[in-house]
């Protein structure tokens, strides 16, 4: 089985600084594509950033220049760097990998659990 397991949130004031990790873990043979998902209350979960296996990147156009995503993919760990953090930040953030569990298998999108970001003075 596959598990995946952020870390990293926490209460911050605005204008400050967040590390979200997210370490995969289990049967895993290849990662795909990984992502920051974040879901405020009342609203849809939304795309924050995605990184490729090959390190490309796409941000969502509220984060871009303040949000960086980054990938260990010996440790099999994703990260987001968050500085600037406003208020409307506030969400719960997730993280999402295409993992392929073996050479034969396809590539199934898992999900972490969550972890809750606050921005507030």
């Known amino acids: 089985q596959v598990q995946l397991v952020e870390s990293g949130g926490g209460l911050v004031q605005p204008g400050g600084s967040l590390r979200l990790s997210c370490a995969a873990s289990?049967?895993?043979?290849?990662?795909?594509?990984m992502g920051w998902y974040h879901q405020a209350p009342g609203k849809e979960r939304e795309l924050v950033a995605v990184i490729t296996s090959g390190g490309s990147t796409n941000y969502a156009d509220s984060v871009k220049g303040r949000f960086t995503i980054f990938r260990d993919n010996a440790k099999n760990t994703l990260y987001l760097q968050m500085n600037s953090l406003k208020p409307e930040d506030t969400a719960v953030y997730y993280c999402k990998a295409e993992i392929r569990s073996s050479s034969w298998s396809n590539h199934y999108d898992y999900w972490g659990q969550g972890t809750q970001v606050t921005v507030s003075s």
């Open positions: 289990g049967r895993i043979f290849s990662i795909n594509d």
